[in-house]
């Protein structure tokens, strides 16, 4: 299906190959790129002059961004009110471990219950857009959930694939939304083979993480909210528990783009971006510390934090090129790290983060601890979801 950009805000003008950067239509559905058969990325015509007056103040979620997202017209748009998710600041935590400055978006405050919903709510809009009767994605939890939501929104047909192990809220939440729900042994790489099979003649579109473009572009709406908040500044460096990583090169890409607007003062430094993995399933630090070519052999096994279960990520290159970019790096952090890192947060700052939420934070400790993170730096967490949905995995933890 063809579409017409005429009187759209969205300065939407093209795909590009995120690998060799050939060019493909934005006005007609696409999926990975052709050429290297890798992720697509869109680009926008910044060339003439945009201010930040274009946010619509009056919208407080992620569609207040408009002209710089890919909807080319509202009729299209499929939306629960995500996004401007809170900035807590830490202060017990930032007190506790002598930080000058400890702040945490809590994505777990989002429609569906984490950040998925951003990705997931453009990703639907989008398909909708273009004509989709119907939606397939593999999950490790969440990203189904918020596809399930958004397709029973929109009027689609979602099917959803996850690991058998999954806690049972997740699932449920998938049966009550109307998607047809298919549980593999294994993990989210064996649910996409699965995936791959069932939808070998291309009926249904699918939302696997970077398969198609439009979920970078909701995830990337992080970006811009985290410099709105901070009234245009960024902070020294920026945690993110990367799975399939969409959000990590989203953010990025956002950071980038208001570089070039001049949304930012050109004195503003972009931060140093951290990918925290889970030590059970770490195929991105095992390329970055050089023990492996790539993520393509990697082997997993599960972990607390479902989302983190990720062993062979599409988007390896590109968070490598944001950590090489940002001079950032990555960490590992156990299933044990984890829950201490909720127990952190849930007793000094009431939040009850999903376990990548405690990931992050003990990530920070870790690189604290280290020197390669300092204390006079300004730090930002990312809870990517809420721990309701975790209860079944950490139930009667709360005291180690």
């Not at 593999?184 to 291309?202: E, F, H, K, P, T």
């Amino acid at each position: 299906m063809n579409l017409v950009a005429s009187e759209s805000i969205s300065r939407l003008a093209t795909l590009h190959c995120s690998a060799c950067g050939t060019s493909y239509s934005a006005f007609e559905l696409q999926r990975v790129s052709a050429c290297c058969s890798l992720p697509l990325v869109a680009g926008y015509d910044l060339h003439e002059p945009l201010s930040r007056d274009v946010i619509d103040q009056a919208d407080s979620s992620m569609w207040r961004y408009g002209a710089l997202l890919p909807l080319l017209h509202e009729k299209n748009k499929v939306t629960l009110g995500e996004g401007m998710t809170p900035m807590l600041h830490l202060p017990r935590l930032a007190a506790r471990h002598e930080l000058s400055s400890l702040l945490l978006k809590d994505e777990g405050q989002n429609p569906t219950g984490s950040f998925k919903a951003r990705g997931l709510g453009m990703a639907i809009s989008k398909a909708k857009e273009l004509g989709v009767d119907g939606c397939i994605i593999p999950t490790a939890g969440n990203a189904g959930v918020a596809m399930a939501a958004y397709c029973a929104r929109a009027g689609l047909k979602a099917v959803v694939v996850m690991p058998r192990h999954t806690p049972q809220a997740f699932k449920e939440e998938c049966y009550w939304y109307g998607a047809e729900v298919e549980l593999v042994d294994g993990l989210i790489s064996d649910c996409g083979a699965r995936v791959r099979q069932r939808n070998a003649n291309g009926a249904l579109l699918d939302i696997s993480t970077l398969k198609e473009p439009y979920r970078l572009e909701g995830k990337k709406t992080m970006g811009y909210e985290i410099a709105e908040q901070l009234n245009w500044t960024l902070p020294d460096v920026l945690l993110y528990p990367a799975g399939g990583g969409t959000g990590l090169i989203g953010i990025w890409k956002a950071f980038q783009e208001m570089k070039q607007l001049g949304w930012l003062a050109p004195d503003v430094k972009l931060p140093r971006m951290v990918a925290v993995q889970a030590e059970n399933c770490c195929p991105l630090l095992e390329t970055y510390e050089g023990r492996q070519a790539n993520c393509h052999s990697y082997q997993g096994s599960a972990t607390l934090a479902n989302g983190l279960a990720v062993p062979h990520p599409l988007g390896e290159s590109m968070m490598l090129r944001v950590l090489r970019e940002s001079r950032g790096t990555v960490v590992g952090v156990s299933d044990e790290d984890m829950m201490a890192g909720m127990r952190d947060l849930g007793k000094d700052e009431g939040l009850f983060v999903a376990p990548e939420g405690g990931a992050v934070w003990m990530a920070a400790r870790h690189l604290l601890a280290t020197g390669w993170l300092h204390r006079d730096e300004s730090v930002l967490l990312l809870n990517t979801g809420s721990g309701q949905k975790y209860m079944e995995n950490v139930a009667g933890r709360a005291n180690g």
